[in-house]
């Protein structure tokens, strides 16, 4: 398996699977949308995504948005998209790629990763927390369009 950081040669692959991503979530197949949306993002230095590869097939990839800190001053990183297809699950991708995620952000001098997953994802929690995560109990979060 290998990881590396993708950049805009690596589109075609991406488009494949964040289709897949965003289909696992719910929402409908749209290839023409994920291209343009990937696109700005790497053309732009929007994110960070990192894209895994089990012999030489594109099977994984975990997306990262910069955000910062007021009050410690220092960037941190929203862990905002992981995926792993199906066929390819349970070979610890997902785990190599959050490592090549927390080893980007202690690269930058981060001051850490932030993410968020579904209430229902339990297989993704029990992933998170055994990697070292902790689980927010002492803020609330409020979301508005």
Do not use: C
């Not at 040669?9 to 289709?19: G, K, M, P, R, Y």
């Not at 897949?20 to 749209?30: A, T, V």
């Amino acid at each position: 398996m290998n990881i590396h950081q993708a950049t805009i040669n690596d589109l075609d692959s991406l488009v494949e699977l964040f289709d897949l991503y965003r289909q696992f979530y719910k929402q409908e197949s749209d290839f023409k949308g994920a291209r343009n949306f990937l696109e700005e993002r790497l053309i732009k230095n929007e994110s960070i995504i990192f894209l895994a590869f089990d012999e030489g097939n594109p099977v994984g990839f975990t997306q990262l948005f910069p955000s910062f800190s007021s009050v410690s001053m220092k960037k941190s990183w929203v862990l905002n998209d992981l995926y792993v297809k199906e066929t390819a699950r349970r070979k610890g991708i997902a785990e190599k790629l959050i490592g090549k995620a927390i080893a980007f952000a202690e690269e930058t001098d981060a001051k850490g990763i932030l993410l968020e997953t579904a209430a229902d994802n339990v297989n993704a929690q029990k992933l998170y927390e055994k990697i070292g995560f902790i689980k927010e109990s002492t803020y609330f979060y409020y979301f508005s369009i």
